[in-house]
């Protein structure tokens, strides 16, 4: 009603996230570590993020939240799937070098659908702290793991 006029309306629209992976064509395969991963996840509460490794995800942040949990004794996993992006270089370094690497620490890069599926299930949170962006994919997806 207050908006400025327009030559042109502004159309918004919708639509719903699709994340029936069954029904896509998923892609199959787990690697010689996944069993070790899942079990690993298992054993204590994992908190999960799920995107390309990019500064507007929040990736770093959380980072830091889990090293100062991790300082003060709270024993967690923080578990990121994605692939590098863009403009991380240090956050990727970090995460290759980090103390806590495969011990609490997960980045698991180019992982199929039907591992991402394992993740999910054995995962008790999902962290989405993107700096940019809306409601996106990995919600649904957690979700339908509960």
């Not at 918004?12 to 079990?39: E, I, M, N, Q, Y």
């Not at 995107?51 to 923080?78: C, H, M």
């Not at 270089?89 to 980090?98: A, F």
Request: aromatic share 8%.
């Amino acid at each position: 009603v207050n908006g400025p006029e327009r030559l042109r309306p502004f159309k918004l629209g919708w639509f719903h996230l699709g994340a029936d992976v069954a029904r896509s064509v998923p892609t199959k395969g787990l690697p010689a570590t996944a069993d070790d991963v899942l079990d690993t996840l298992a054993h204590r509460p994992a908190f999960l993020m799920v995107g390309t490794i990019e500064p507007r995800k929040g990736q770093l942040q959380t980072l830091a939240a889990f090293e100062r949990l991790w300082s003060e004794g709270v024993d967690v996993n923080l578990v990121m799937v994605g692939k590098h992006g863009w403009n991380v270089d240090l956050l990727v370094e970090m995460l290759h070098n980090h103390a806590e690497r495969n011990r609490r620490l997960f980045w698991l890069d180019g992982v199929s659908d039907e591992y991402l599926e394992k993740i999910y299930a054995a995962s008790d949170c999902l962290i989405a702290a993107s700096e940019g962006e809306g409601f996106g994919l990995p919600l649904i997806e957690a979700a339908q793991h509960k």
